[in-house]
């Protein structure tokens, strides 16, 4: 079991690290435009895309990995902007916002990544069966 985990984290973080940067190079000019809103969510949706294709070459694993790879991008792409923000524009709040909104945001890249794959499984089943 813990060989399994290894591995799947191991997975998780080769494929997370690169897209993960470029999302946060991608984060960081956003809030020096003031349109950081509108681009933070560009970024997760180019980070999701990338990562539901990279997905498809783990037959295996697929909701778990799909789960991990959401849960870990968006907590780290949310955690390290909102520290960059507090550095950048320093109110009390934002030390709440710090811990809460990466959590949250979590919650939501999982939700995203396993209903995405159910649907994806779905249409290949209906594909198969005809």
Known sequence: MS???QQLSEKVFSLVKWPFLLALIFQICAIFIDASDLLFWLANGALYLYLLV???KFPNQKIQ???SLGA???LL???FTNLIKLFFDFKVWKIFSLITEPIL???YGTLIFGLAIMII???KLRKEVK
């Open 72 to 74: 870990i991008a968006t």
């Open 3 to 5: 060989d399994n985990i």
């Open 105 to 107: 945001y979590a919650f």
């Open 54 to 56: 990279i997905i498809r």
């Open 121 to 123: 499984n779905k249409i």
């Open 65 to 67: 990995l799909a789960a």
């Open 77 to 79: 792409l949310t955690f």
